[in-house]
């Protein structure tokens, strides 16, 4: 499984984005995806994650409320929208996939910039 975010950019506080994270190869391997990020001096975090089937999501309290994780399995693709959007959501995103074929996995994109300015 390979892994392409986008939409990234910079962004006013208060404002939105749209992250998309779209999913190659042996998709129907995956079990679960996730959003997770990375401030600069700061350990990566989960933000939000979701199941393979999208009955199942769990998000970071910091962004409960605010950040909606959703896939579309037919596009292969995964989203984030995030609303609300504040300083200190500024990191690098990065998806996120477990799952298994023959073995257990789990696979990273390249990461996309969300800047929040005050």
């Known amino acids: 499984v390979q892994l392409v975010e986008s939409g990234g950019g910079l962004v006013q506080a208060g404002g939105s984005l749209r992250l998309s994270c779209a999913a190659s190869?042996?998709?129907?391997?995956?079990?679960?995806m996730g959003w997770y990020r990375q401030a600069p001096g700061k350990q990566r975090e989960l933000v939000a994650a979701?199941?393979?089937?999208?009955?199942?999501?769990n998000y970071a309290d910091s962004v409960k409320g605010r950040f909606t994780i959703s896939r579309d399995n037919a596009k292969n693709t995964m989203y984030l929208q995030m609303n609300s959007l504040k300083p200190e959501d500024t990191a690098v995103y990065y998806c996120?996939?477990?799952?298994?074929?023959?073995?257990?996995?789990?696979?990273w994109g390249q990461g996309t910039q969300v800047t929040v300015s005050s």
């Open positions: 190869g042996t998709t129907f391997s995956i079990n679960a």
């Open positions: 996120n996939a477990e799952g298994v074929y023959y073995s257990a996995y789990e696979v």
């Open positions: 979701i199941t393979s089937r999208g009955g199942s999501t």
